[in-house]
């Protein structure tokens, strides 16, 4: 199956997937949480699904891992467009949830989507009651205050820090915001199978940051109609980029590094990886 056939039924098995698990949450909130949780490009489920694959995990129980992390995704991002974060009114091309409903049902929408991410990730259907233990400890760790959450409040401090961040310090930032919850996708179908993880972290990493210097691009070229939300925001906030320290020439040369040590990391597993190859290739060639 080819990388474009391989992620379109990923996208398609987990939306499915979730408007089954989402079909039974009441009221506005309900509301709120399916509106966030739908659509996208379902990378981070994707990269679950295949890392299962190469393990051997079948998708009905990797399926819910996969869940939990476009869970995860979702709650991270109704949190980051609110008014005290990024104030975005745009997201997969549909109002933000805090302009669609107001600041609180974001508010909760997003903690809801949080307490589901673990539900997900600790059904009886994914495995034994330890390894279960073991996904939902590590996706704390990757969401928690020594991942994503660390690496936002990083890029809020940067808002207002009397200097530019450096490349070293936007490379640890972004390790945290947008590549510890690719990190642990990778790695999930390993952990599944009670293998080494450790090539795939390897991959998840450079993958990682070669998707988010293609979002910095992104900000600077890109369209808003094909991104689906607010561009140029980095710029006139005048915060540092891997565009404005490397330049656009010099942020794509570094992204396409990242995307050949990303693929020579998968090399323990030959032409099986393909695809996780090909995904790190779309990173930096996506329009959104």
């Not at 379902?42 to 476009?70: K, M």
């Not at 200097?163 to 642990?184: C, D, H, R």
């Amino acid at each position: 199956m080819s990388f474009d056939t391989a992620l379109s039924a990923a996208a398609v098995a987990l939306e499915a997937h979730l408007t089954r698990v989402l079909a039974d949450h009441p009221g506005v909130v309900g509301d709120a949480m399916r509106h966030a949780a739908g659509g996208g490009k379902r990378l981070r489920g994707f990269l679950v699904l295949e890392s299962a694959r190469l393990h051997g995990v079948p998708q009905d129980r990797a399926i819910w891992p996969a869940a939990a992390i476009e869970a995860m995704h979702a709650y991270s991002l109704v949190h980051d467009d609110l008014p005290a974060m990024d104030d975005d009114d745009l997201r997969r091309g549909q109002p933000t949830v805090h302009v669609k409903w107001d600041e609180a049902i974001a508010i909760l929408a997003g903690d809801a989507l949080q307490a589901l991410a673990f539900e997900c990730a600790t059904r009886p259907e994914v495995g034994t009651a330890a390894l279960r233990a073991d996904l939902a400890l590590s996706l704390a760790r990757a969401a928690g205050g020594r991942g994503m959450v660390l690496g936002q409040a990083m890029d809020i401090a940067a808002e207002t820090a009397a200097t530019p961040l450096t490349l070293a310090e936007i490379t640890a930032l972004q390790a945290g915001k947008t590549g510890a919850l690719f990190e642990w996708s990778a790695a999930a179908g390993a952990l599944m199978a009670g293998g080494d993880p450790l090539a795939l972290r390897v991959y998840a990493r450079a993958f990682g940051l070669a998707f988010q210097i293609a979002d910095d691009i992104l900000d600077v070229e890109g369209s808003e109609q094909a991104a689906g939300k607010r561009l140029g925001k980095d710029g006139a906030a005048g915060k540092a980029t891997f565009v404005s320290l490397l330049g656009l020439d010099g942020a794509r040369a570094r992204a396409a590094d990242l995307v050949e040590q990303a693929c020579d990391a998968l090399a323990p597993y030959g032409g099986d990886a393909e695809n996780l190859r090909d995904a790190a290739r779309f990173a930096i060639a996506r329009q959104s």
